[in-house]
């Protein structure tokens, strides 16, 4: 087997550069401090008769000195390691996203597409690629060495983490948050592919038996069971009570819009927004709208919730209001 | 001093027979080793758990089987080596014992509540022990919620409680420490004629006395919701478990500096001892100890990097926590600094003196890896930040433990240790603890998750390496359960200062009377006055 | 050792030497429990910011009558035993234990309106957290975590209090020990129970005020 971590992401290669600038930082520092023991035990014991001359009288020098080097180096590395993470931190805007819940005790994905995986994730070479991630319970981490990337993953909140595979293969998927029993067996397989490949992956499992509509059509059935429609109107336009319905805010091309609250505050509708409105709606109310939305908690598993709000952000306007 | 000085006052150890003079005692002296005998039973039960532990891990199957007992076992290990013996350990023993004799002091100043504190200790002990025996907990030492609220199989509430009395023994010897030192110094003694353990200690008992009970209320919040199954960690009604985790890292982080300070007081003692010289930037090491735990409360975020924290408190964690390992560096430099031009001997509290200063830095270095945020999303979590823990607390604290005990112990027992054997384990326990940690930074690296059972194959082969690492570093633990008992009996006697150094403890007999001093001393000198010219030791 | 002839323990130069560092003791041991209580705050802080109105229809449930009624108690114990205080440094030391007596009563009526009367009215009315939660849907959440730091706080706080109640029965039974220039224990007991108020002066207002505001 491999004695070195692959360098698989994009990312990976740069990660690598900083902890081996520590490792040969550590290493001098090292040299210096062992070093240095290892010649005064032998030059200074107490029974060799060599020259020790006077001690230093001013060392305060000596003291800032090495302590303002030490600021130095220390906020040298500081700067490199959070400039990486600032990027890591921010998805690219054009990621492929797929959707991922964490259970006691496994990996739960599913594509947009509504290829369903457990344990495994299929993804393509060079493109940004973005999970969104939730647990079912306790917290978890989804964790790929290979990639050099980790995110907690928890129970009511989406976390995203980012990655752009440049090196197609089989890498280890781990959680890494320790979640009881079934922890060391929460384990998995990122397989990347060529982006022809994928297709073909894609293809395969959406007319294989097992197959299932994508993530949208889904969350239209849904949308339909629940009655949204009902108070969002077909399609998500709106509800208007002068047309004989209630007043309810548009979701067609609220996806990635700023909203304004009722207490003035201007949020972005993303993922967790959208589903604090269904979840929770009474801690953030739409300004302008009557405070009469129900909550959803309870009622919905989450990779349903998922399915919903992938269909919500599906909708593309038809007109303005 | 000479032997025969001695015997004019009972020296603390005869004062009195009986299991009661022991049991109902005030004298900080006996306190000391009362905790001395609970720490040192607590130590083998978390090395238990830790030779299990590395047992499982021998295979990558699990050689114990179950994952659940294994999650017990490391999460048994943890609790007790992190409550039962790293904070109380130099503190409550070394610490009860010196502080007094360090100030010129007659006892400390609530010598009734330090031995509340000893019962605390053991009341906690033993909660500890009934929720081991009945099952333990497999939450890990952490204790994240939901997890630990709401999924865990294992006793939390026993555990629980059992830390937060152990909490309470801790704040009260911190309360002692604090209110000895401003109060009880000798006159003379001005703040920059202690020595250096004693600011260690000051600064320790300051974090002990403000940062132990933020843990004490987040583990009962924690015992709220796990009891009436709902509490303000619950995401469902609008709480968060990221607030446990801020609560409980707020205390567990500075908890650390309590694990790392007093061994960095017990190193600024050796070294001067054993080079015979002054210790160099007296001032220096002295408000680095001062540094650390005020930013040490500073810095807890840097376990949360992952955690689902925004960017701009990870930012700023990590300056912080680079921040902190400043004033680390300055003591290491100002060792070496000591050591330069001295006239250094070899004997046991040097070797674990200079294993301490090897371990740490190798330790301390290692933290400046997890404290870059980027590198820490790889890092965390897996067996580097493991390694990074041991080889600090392990190989820096416990060698600290080791080299006070071989240092002071003829003060404290009136006895010579076997000086062969003492250097004999003091090199075993490096060796043994290097093939133990160093490949878990491999193993991190390449990508091991902490706190699994079993694990890839491909890592086999490190694992074993570890696990025979430590059978060395057990035998290495083990030598000196044997041959420090076997001096308590047979050891040569001790003089007053058999090693020739500074300090006031070094001038009442070996062991001191009950009441320390004949009469209070006077304190002209700076501390470490060693001439600087060849002088012989004592004897 | 028990104090050694002359009023002072052997480690201490004097009496004044011993009394000082009591004091200090308790001032630090009071710093302790304001980190103790620290994070109860910061809890109350971030459960309200959850979602406030929720919180403070939760809030709006509680008995203003009485929580005003046992905080006047509480100001009236600490004034009393803050009597109690100066008259044993003037020497009057029936009037001190009649002073501790009465802010011992007043702490005994604040435990029996809090736990024997309020707590009981609160069960019934269906406001302790989980399944009998009484709440609508859309604020059951926000009442929910009000009550959850409600009742874990009074909890907490009423422990305080037993405890307190038990020092100044302790001062009060070693009364006859007391004098103008001994009397350290009385004072360090008394900082103990101011303490014990002002965490309450703290909790009424998160209690009972909070929620209530135009």
């Not at chain 2, 209110?179 to 703040?191: D, E, F, N, Q, Y």
Request: charged share 15%.
């Amino acid at each position: 087997m491999r004695s070195l971590l692959p360098q698989a992401s994009a990312n990976a290669a740069e990660v690598d550069y900083l902890i081996l600038a520590l490792l040969l930082a550590s290493c001098l520092v090292l040299a210096l401090v062992f070093g240095l023991m290892l010649v005064y035990v032998s030059r200074y014991r107490a029974d060799a008769r060599v020259e020790r001359g006077k001690l230093a009288q001013k060392t305060w020098r000596l003291e800032i000195g090495w302590t303002a080097a030490t600021f130095v180096v220390f906020f040298g590395l500081f700067l490199w390691g959070a400039d990486l993470y600032v990027r890591l931190f921010q998805p690219p805007r054009d990621a492929l996203q797929i959707y991922v819940v964490g259970k006691q005790w496994m990996w739960k994905v599913e594509h947009q597409s509504g290829q369903r995986e457990i344990n495994a994730l299929h993804v393509p070479t060079g493109r940004a690629i973005q999970l969104v991630l939730t647990s079912e319970d306790v917290i978890h981490d989804f964790s790929v060495p290979a990639f050099r990337i980790k995110h907690d993953v928890l129970p009511d909140r989406y976390e995203t983490l980012w990655f752009q595979v440049e090196k197609a293969g089989v890498y280890h998927l781990f959680c890494t948050q320790f979640c009881g029993e079934g922890h060391a067996s929460m384990i998995g397989e990122i397989v990347a592919m060529s982006p022809p490949e994928y297709e073909d992956w894609l293809g395969q499992s959406a007319s294989g038996a097992g197959a299932h509509e994508s993530m949208a059509a889904a969350g239209e059935v849904l949308f339909t069971r629940y009655g949204c429609g009902g108070c969002h109107g077909e399609g998500g336009v709106g509800g208007k009570q002068s047309g004989g319905g209630v007043d309810a805010p548009p979701l067609a091309g609220l996806y990635g819009e700023k909203v304004t609250l009722d207490t003035g505050a201007v949020v972005t509708a993303d993922e967790s927004y959208i589903r604090d409105c269904i979840i929770s709606p009474e801690k953030q109310r739409v300004a302008g709208y009557p405070p009469i939305m129900p909550s959803f908690a309870g009622q919905l598993e989450e990779e349903n919730l998922l399915r919903v709000i992938a269909y919500i952000k599906s909708l593309k306007p038809t007109e303005r209001r | 001093m000479t032997v025969t000085e001695t015997r004019s006052q009972t020296s603390y150890l005869s004062d009195g027979y009986t299991l009661r003079s022991w049991l109902l005692t005030t004298d900080h002296k006996r306190i000391a080793l009362l905790y001395f005998a609970a720490i040192t039973f607590f130590f083998f039960v978390g090395g238990i758990g830790a030779t299990l532990v590395r047992y499982n891990l021998l295979s990558p199957k699990g050689l114990l089987g179950s994952a659940e007992t294994y999650n017990r076992l490391f999460s048994m290990h943890g609790v007790v080596m992190v409550w039962f013996f790293l904070v109380p350990a130099v503190p409550t023993t070394l610490g009860n014992f010196l502080v007094p004799l360090m100030l010129g002091a007659r006892d400390l100043a609530f010598p009734r509540l330090n031995l509340l504190s000893w019962y605390l200790f053991i009341l906690a002990g033993l909660v500890a022990l009934y929720a081991l025996i009945v099952g333990g907990v497999d939450t890990g030492w952490t204790f994240y919620t939901p997890l630990t609220s709401f999924y865990s199989k294992g006793h939390v509430v026993a555990t629980v409680v059992a830390v937060f009395i152990a909490g309470f023994s801790s704040i009260a010897t911190g309360l002692n420490f604090i209110v000895s030192i401003h109060k009880l110094r000798a006159p003379g003694m001005t703040w920059h004629r202690m020595p250096v353990f004693l600011w260690s200690l000051y600064a320790t008992s300051v974090i002990m006395v403000l940062a132990t009970p933020v843990l004490a209320m987040t583990l009962l919040l924690v015992a709220f919701e796990r009891l009436f199954r709902i509490g303000v960690f619950d995401p469902a009604i609008g709480g968060d478990p990221l607030l446990f985790q801020h609560l409980f890292w707020f205390y567990s982080h500075p908890a650390v500096y309590i694990m790392i300070l007093p061994g960095f007081g017990v190193i600024s003692e050796i070294v001067p001892a054993f080079s015979r010289k002054e210790l160099f930037g007296y001032k220096f090491v002295v408000w680095a100890s001062v540094a650390i735990a005020v930013i040490g409360f500073l810095v807890w975020g840097h376990h949360m990097f992952v955690a689902g924290t925004s960017l701009y408190s990870a930012l700023v964690f990590s300056i912080l926590s680079y921040m902190v390992a400043v004033p680390s560096a300055i003591k290491v430099f100002n060792w070496l600094g000591t050591m330069h031009k001295g006239f250094i001997r070899f004997d046991a509290p040097m070797l674990y003196a200079l294993g301490f200063i090897g371990l740490f830095t190798m330790g301390g270095l290692t933290g400046l890896f997890v404290a870059a945020l980027a590198a820490d999303v790889h890092l965390t979590q897996t067996y580097f930040v493991v390694a990074h823990f041991h080889y600090v607390m392990v190989g820096g604290m416990v060698s600290a433990y080791f080299a006070a005990l071989h240092f002071w112990w003829p003060k404290i027992t009136g006895r010579l240790y076997p000086e062969m054997w003492g250097r004999a384990a003091a090199i075993i326990i490096f060796v043994g603890f290097n093939v133990t940690f160093f490949p878990q930074f491999i193993l991190g690296y390449l990508g091991m998750p902490r706190r699994y059972n079993a694990y890839p194959p491909e890592f086999e082969a490190l694992n074993v390496l570890s696990s025979g690492g430590a059978s060395i570093l057990a035998i290495g633990y083990l030598l000196p359960l044997g041959y420090l008992a076997w001096s308590l009996f047979y050891g040569e006697r001790a003089s007053a200062n058999p090693w020739g150094a500074t300090g006031l403890e070094w001038t009442t007999p070996s062991p001191p009377p009950t009441e320390n001093f004949e009469t209070t001393p006077v304190v002209t000198l700076p501390p470490y006055s060693y001439p600087y010219t060849e002088t012989s030791r004592d004897e | 050792m028990s104090e050694a002839v002359g009023g002072h323990a052997f480690q201490y130069s004097s009496a004044r030497h011993q009394a000082e560092s009591a004091v200090s003791g308790m001032w630090l041991f009071l710093a302790t429990e304001m980190m103790f209580f620290g994070p109860l705050f910061l809890a109350w802080i971030f459960c309200r910011h959850a979602d406030p109105a929720a919180f403070d229809a939760g809030a709006r449930q509680t008995d203003l009558f009485i929580g005003t009624i046992n905080t006047a108690l509480l100001i009236t114990s600490s004034l009393s035993y803050s009597f109690g205080v100066a008259f044993i440094e003037t020497g009057r030391r029936r009037a001190m234990i009649l002073c501790l007596v009465i802010a011992w009563l007043l702490g005994g009526a604040f435990l029996m309106l809090k736990f024997a009367v309020e707590w009981p009215h609160d069960f019934e009315r269906g406001l302790f957290p989980g399944a009998e939660f009484v709440f609508t849907p859309a604020e059951r959440n926000g009442a929910q975590l009000f009550f959850v730091f409600y009742f874990f706080s009074t909890a907490i706080h009423g422990m305080h209090l037993v405890v307190g109640l038990g020092l100044v029965a302790w001062i009060m039974l070693r009364a006859r020990e007391f004098t103008p220039s001994r009397n350290t224990a009385v004072f360090v007991v008394g900082l103990y129970w101011s303490f014990v108020d002002m965490v309450w002066i703290i909790l009424y207002p998160l209690i009972y005020l909070i929620g209530r505001g135009p």
